[in-house]
């Protein structure tokens, strides 16, 4: 079973940076779409952004289009999410998810796999990011 584990949340000032990251086992991740999911208190999961196994094909929600930046390290099973221009309404549990890419060969882009209803082959336990004012 394929396992996902987020590093890189914390604190930070508006207009401030973070990377997250998502480290998978015991799998490569050659073969699946990665994305980020986000959840604040009280409101919606929403997803963010993820990236197919060729870094050109992504999907960015419009809140974070050129302030967020999805990229992914096949040779170190990790996937990243630098995030640049931060707001307070950033602010949520950032969780990462991985599913087999052969799921979406219909589609033309990841973004797909944010659809309600989907069950991912991994979902990590989060990373707190919080975006102070």
């Known amino acids: 079973q394929l396992h996902v584990v987020e590093s890189g949340g914390g604190l930070v000032q508006s207009g401030g940076s973070l990377r997250l990251s998502c480290a998978a086992s015991p799998f490569s991740l050659d073969n699946y779409i990665m994305g980020w999911f986000r959840q604040a208190p009280g409101k919606d999961r929403e997803g963010v952004s993820c990236i197919s196994s060729s870094d050109d094909n992504t999907y960015y929600v419009d809140s974070v289009k050129g302030r967020f930046t999805i990229s992914r390290d096949n040779a170190k099973n990790t996937v990243y999410l630098q995030m640049s221009g931060l707001k307070p309404e950033d602010s949520a549990v950032y969780s990462c998810?991985?599913?087999?890419?052969?799921?979406?060969?219909?589609?033309?882009?990841?973004?797909?796999?944010?659809?309600?209803?989907?069950?991912?082959?991994?979902w990590g336990q989060g990373t707190q990011v919080t975006v102070a004012s």
């Open positions: 998810i991985a599913d087999p890419i052969i799921h979406y060969r219909a589609y033309s882009d990841c973004g797909p796999i944010f659809l309600p209803g989907r069950q991912y082959a991994a």
